[in-house]
C-alpha cells in the first residue's frame, strides 16, 4: 500500500476514535492487576459475598449500580460521587433517586478489604472493584461466570446534569431503548441480552402502575395484572416494590424471556421487547436456551464494561470511592 493511504488510513483510524471513544478501549486485560494486587479479585468476592450474606438485595443493586455508572460518563465509579454543595453529582438525578444504597455499599466495603491490605492500598479502582462486584453478583445469584476485564481508572467529573437523556426509562419503545444503547456501542441484540438483567431486583409499583389502572394494557397478561392491583392498590405507598421477574425472583436465569412471552413483563420497556417484532426474535432466542442467554448476556456484559473507559490523565485511583481525590 502506498504511503499516502497508509497515512490516510490512520487518520480515518484516529477520526473515527475521536467520534466513537467507547472504541478506544484496547487497554483493559484480565490480568491487569497481576502485580500490583494479584489476589484482588479474591478479596473482592469475600467481602461481597459477606454483604450479599447480610443484605441478599445487594445483588441486584450492584448489579443496576454498574449499568448506571457505565451508562453516563461510562465505566468510572463516576455515578459513586456524592454531591458537594458545589457540584450536584450524578447520584442526584432524579432517575438515580432509586438506586438502591446497598449498591454503593457493596463498593464501599470490597475497597475498604482492598485497602486493608497493605500492597493493594490505593492501587485498585472504584470503578474496577465495582467491575468485578457486578460480575460475582450474578454468579451469587446462579448466574454465569465471566472473566472481567480490568484497568479502568476513576472519573473526574461527576454531574446530575450529565445523565439526561442517556439513561431508558421505565416507558422507553425499542427504538429509545436501542439507540440510547447503541450510543454506547452496544447492539439491539446487547440491549435485549442486557435487559435479562430483570430476572433479579425490584420495581417500585408507581413505574409501571400506569398499566395497571384506568386501562390494563393489553399486552400485559391479566393474571400479572390482576396480582399486581392487589400488590400495588392506586395510590400505594411511593416506596412499594415488587419483583422485577415474579416467577424466580432471586435467581439470575432466562426466565425473564419466558415472563415476556406470557406477557409478564412488568415495565413497559421490559414487555415492549415481545411486543416489537424486531426484537421479539431475540427474545425468543434467549428463552428458548439457557446457555445461549448466559453467552450473550456475559458477552454483553463484557462490551458495557469497555463504555467510557478513562485511563491516564483522563482519571486517577479514588481513595475514597464517594469523593474526588
Ligand atoms: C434496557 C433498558 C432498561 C430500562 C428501561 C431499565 C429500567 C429499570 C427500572 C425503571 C427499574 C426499576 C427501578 C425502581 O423501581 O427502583 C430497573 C431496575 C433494575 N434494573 Fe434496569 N433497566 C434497563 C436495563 C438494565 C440493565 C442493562 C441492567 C443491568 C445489566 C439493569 C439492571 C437492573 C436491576 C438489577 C434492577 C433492580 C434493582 C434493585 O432491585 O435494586 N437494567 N431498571
Ligand atoms: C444453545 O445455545 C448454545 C450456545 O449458543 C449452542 O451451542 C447449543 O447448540 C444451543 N442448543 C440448542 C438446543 O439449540
Ligand atoms: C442512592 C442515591 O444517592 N439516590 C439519590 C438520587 O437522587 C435523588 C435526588 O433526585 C436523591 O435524593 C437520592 O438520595
Known amino acids: 500500500m502506498a504511503r499516502s493511504s497508509l497515512l490516510l488510513l490512520?487518520?480515518?483510524?484516529?477520526?473515527?476514535?475521536?467520534?466513537?471513544?467507547?472504541?478506544?478501549?484496547?487497554?483493559?486485560?484480565?490480568?491487569?492487576?497481576?502485580?500490583?494486587?494479584?489476589?484482588v479479585e479474591t478479596i473482592v468476592w469475600d467481602a461481597v459475598t459477606a454483604k450479599?450474606?447480610?443484605?441478599?438485595?445487594?445483588?441486584?443493586?450492584?448489579?443496576?449500580?454498574?449499568?448506571?455508572?457505565?451508562?453516563?460518563?461510562?465505566?468510572?465509579?463516576?455515578?459513586?460521587?456524592?454531591?458537594?454543595?458545589?457540584?450536584?453529582?450524578?447520584?442526584?438525578?432524579?432517575?438515580?433517586?432509586?438506586l438502591a444504597g446497598d449498591g454503593f455499599d457493596t463498593v464501599i466495603k470490597a475497597k475498604a478489604a482492598v485497602d486493608a491490605v497493605p500492597e493493594c492500598r490505593n492501587k485498585v479502582s472504584c470503578a474496577d472493584i465495582l467491575a468485578i462486584a457486578t460480575r460475582d453478583v450474578i454468579k451469587m445469584a446462579g448466574g454465569p461466570w465471566y472473566d472481567v476485564e480490568l484497568g479502568r481508572l476513576?472519573?473526574?467529573?461527576?454531574?446530575?446534569?450529565?445523565?439526561?437523556?442517556?439513561?431508558?426509562?421505565?416507558?422507553?419503545?425499542?427504538?429509545q431503548l436501542t439507540s440510547l444503547?447503541?450510543?454506547?456501542?452496544?447492539?439491539?441484540?446487547?440491549?435485549?441480552?442486557?435487559?435479562?438483567?430483570?430476572?433479579?431486583?425490584?420495581?417500585?409499583?408507581?413505574?409501571?402502575?400506569?398499566?395497571l389502572y384506568d386501562r390494563v394494557d393489553p399486552t400485559m397478561n391479566p393474571n400479572l395484572a390482576a396480582q399486581l392491583k392487589k400488590l400495588c392498590p392506586k395510590n400505594v405507598d411511593p416506596n412499594i416494590a415488587v419483583a422485577l421477574d415474579p416467577s424466580t425472583p432471586f435467581k439470575f436465569d432466562n426466565q425473564y424471556f419466558k415472563n415476556l412471552q406470557q406477557g409478564m413483563g412488568l415495565l413497559t420497556s421490559d414487555q415492549v421487547l415481545y411486543t416489537d417484532d424486531r426484537s421479539r426474535r431475540i427474545v425468543n432466542a434467549l428463552a428458548q436456551n439457557a446457555t445461549s442467554f448466559d453467552k450473550y448476556f456475559t458477552y454483553a456484559m463484557t462490551k458495557l464494561g469497555r463504555v467510557g473507559v478513562k485511563t491516564g490523565s483522563n482519571g486517577n485511583i479514588r481513595r475514597d470511592c464517594a469523593v474526588f481525590n
Not at 14 to 38: D, E, G, K, M, T
Not at 162 to 169: D, E, F, T
Not at 183 to 189: D, P
Request: aromatic letters at 6%; hydrophobic letters at 40%.
Open 181 to 211: 444503547l447503541a450510543a454506547n456501542g452496544l447492539s439491539q441484540f446487547d440491549m435485549v441480552a442486557l435487559s435479562g438483567a430483570h430476572t433479579v431486583g425490584l420495581v417500585h409499583c408507581k413505574l409501571f402502575a400506569n398499566r
Open 154 to 175: 476513576d472519573g473526574l467529573r461527576s454531574t446530575a446534569a450529565s445523565v439526561n437523556g442517556r439513561l431508558p426509562g421505565p416507558d422507553s419503545n425499542v427504538d
Open 52 to 98: 450479599v450474606k447480610q443484605t441478599p438485595v445487594s445483588i441486584p443493586a450492584t448489579l443496576r449500580l454498574f449499568f448506571h455508572d457505565c451508562m453516563v460518563e461510562g465505566c468510572d465509579a463516576s455515578v459513586m460521587i456524592a454531591s458537594t454543595p458545589n457540584n450536584k453529582a450524578e447520584k442526584d438525578h432524579p432517575i438515580n433517586l432509586s
Open 10 to 39: 490512520a487518520a480515518a483510524a484516529v477520526l473515527l476514535l475521536c467520534q466513537f471513544p467507547h472504541l478506544a478501549n484496547a487497554r483493559l486485560s484480565q490480568n491487569y492487576y497481576a502485580n500490583i494486587c494479584p489476589n
